[in-house]
Structures are given as structure tokens and as C-alpha cells.
Nanobody, 123 residues
Framework: QLQASGGGLVQAGGSLRLSCAAS????????MGWFRQAPGKEREFVAH????????NYADSVKGRFTISRDNAKNTVILQMNSLKPEDTAVYYC??????????????????WGQGTQVTVSS
């Protein structure tokens, strides 16, 4: 029900725009987020955005470089990634909570996951 796209290969300092399109149900009342997993590492939180888009949260490692936004009319969440670094290389996953007006505190509390899109940043 979640389809992530927009990954690719980019040089350090470049930008990518990831998109997560939802289908089958609307997530306008649900928090959505992005996570990433690098080879040999655990999945880590990147950013989330609450149902109305008024509240966002970012991992310290991406603050000031990444921006999460959503378009509820299109059932889509966007992750704009600027000033990319080699350490941003990972598979990026979008996720959504099934609970209305609730913000998950960990990856385990997200109920829907996209298939992942690879982001590779070369030095």
C-alpha cells in the first residue's frame, strides 16, 4: 500500500527527492515517516510528519539537510534530501501508522511499510 520511489546514485553535496505514494486507503489522519537501513546496520529513524503536516521531527544526523512534507490530497509523502553525504547511503523506507492521530515512538509501532528505495551517495 506504500510505494517508495526516487532513489538513485548522486555525488556528495547533491540532492534527491524521495516520494512515497499510498494506495488502498487514505493516511490523512496518520503519522507517516521515513527510515533507512545501511548494510550491516539496524534500521534507523530519519523523519516523520504528523497527520496535518504541522509537526515534523528529524534525526539529528539529517536536521537542516532533509525536509519531510506531505500532500494529503495526493496521499503522498515527500523526503527532500539536500547536501547529501556518503553516510546517507542506505535503503530508504516509508512507513505509516494505522492509528489515527497518533505518533509512533519507534519503528515497531508503524504498521505499513513501503518496499524501500536505494540511495547511494558517492564521495
Amino acid at each position: 500500500q506504500l510505494q517508495a520511489s526516487g532513489g538513485g546514485l548522486v555525488q556528495a553535496g547533491g540532492s534527491l527527492r524521495l516520494s512515497c505514494a499510498a494506495s488502498g486507503r487514505t493516511f490523512s489522519a496518520n503519522t507517516m515517516g521515513w527510515f533507512r537501513q545501511a548494510p550491516g546496520k539496524e534500521r534507523e529513524f530519519v523523519a516523520h510528519i504528523t497527520w496535518g503536516g504541522s509537526s515534523t521531527n528529524y534525526a539529528d544526523s539529517v536536521k537542516g539537510r532533509f525536509t519531510i512534507s506531505r500532500d494529503n490530497a495526493k496521499n503522498t509523502v515527500i523526503l527532500q534530501m539536500n547536501s547529501l553525504k556518503p553516510e546517507d547511503t542506505a535503503v530508504y523506507y516509508c512507513a505509516a501508522s494505522a492509528h489515527d492521530y497518533y505518533t509512533p515512538n519507534s519503528a515497531h509501532e508503524y504498521d505499513y511499510w513501503g518496499q524501500g528505495t536505494q540511495v547511494t551517495v558517492s564521495s
